[in-house]
């Protein structure tokens, strides 16, 4: 299995609602990423977790929090978002074998905050 | 700080010409050059890549060359199809991190 898997595909919210996005992994991955895309912008990292555990929040807001249950799983739970948090959250993993290393995207979750 | 300049912004090519994509990067540390490339409403797609022990890398129609001292690297694509367009992004990671650091983006336009 060589798939980063990330549901749900799409997600309507409200500002004041509460959801998860999820990403699976069962490619043996140790390191898991949040990237945050705008449309016409590159990937823009959020978090990373290595061996589980995180390793770079590159100053997210804490209405974003994330998680990693197990090597395999990796959640973003969203609270009170703002209007201009819509945009394509993906997640992507990479081995962490040492040296330059591929990083895998998975199709990520376009969502909509009214 | 970290940096990736990508060029042109826009390229637009006719069927069967060559495009090239050009990158610049600022952290010397930086030993892995992917390059991705992403149609509407998908995933980057990772397309071709190259270490930095290595000056070339060629698959098929694409190939990616990479110059350590000017700090330069460059996406080629040869025989271009409809199909080659999308947005291709590069990206730069540093050594001992896990970060990858992505240039802004190019929109590759093949006319038929």
């Known amino acids: 299995d060589t798939e980063v898997t990330q549901t749900p595909k799409h997600l309507v919210m409200g500002m004041t609602n509460k959801k998860s996005l999820k990403c699976e992994q069962h490619?043996?991955?140790?390191?898991m990423y949040w990237y945050k895309q705008k449309a016409k912008k590159p990937p823009e990292l959020m978090f990373v977790?290595?061996?589980?555990?995180?390793?770079i929040n590159e100053s997210v807001p804490s209405r974003f929090s994330p998680e990693c249950p197990n090597s395999s799983l990796l959640n973003l739970h969203l609270h009170a978002l703002q209007p201009e948090d819509s945009a394509l959250y993906l997640c992507?993993?990479?081995?962490?074998?040492?040296?330059?290393?591929?990083?895998?995207f998975g199709p990520g979750t376009r969502l909509l905050v009214l | 700080g970290e940096n990736v300049e990508q060029h042109p912004s826009t390229l637009s090519v006719q069927e069967g010409d060559s495009a090239v994509i050009k990158c610049t990067y600022s952290?010397?540390?930086?030993?892995?050059f992917p390059w991705y490339k992403q149609e509407l409403g998908k995933r980057p797609q990772l397309i071709i890549d190259?270490?930095?022990?290595?000056g070339e890398k060629k698959d098929q129609r694409i190939a990616v060359t990479l110059n350590k001292t000017a700090k330069h690297f460059s996406l080629h694509i040869t025989e271009t199809q409809p199909e080659d367009s999308a947005v291709y992004f590069c990206?730069?990671?540093?050594?001992?991190?896990?970060?990858?650091?992505f240039g802004t983006g190019t929109r590759l336009k093949v006319l038929a």
């Open positions: 990206a730069a990671h540093p050594s001992g991190t896990y970060k990858y650091i």
């Open positions: 977790y290595s061996y589980e555990k995180l390793s």
């Open positions: 992507a993993s990479s081995p962490l074998s040492g040296g330059g290393e591929t990083q895998y």
């Open positions: 952290d010397s540390a930086s030993n892995y």
């Open positions: 490619m043996g991955h140790r390191a």
């Open positions: 190259i270490r930095s022990n290595v």
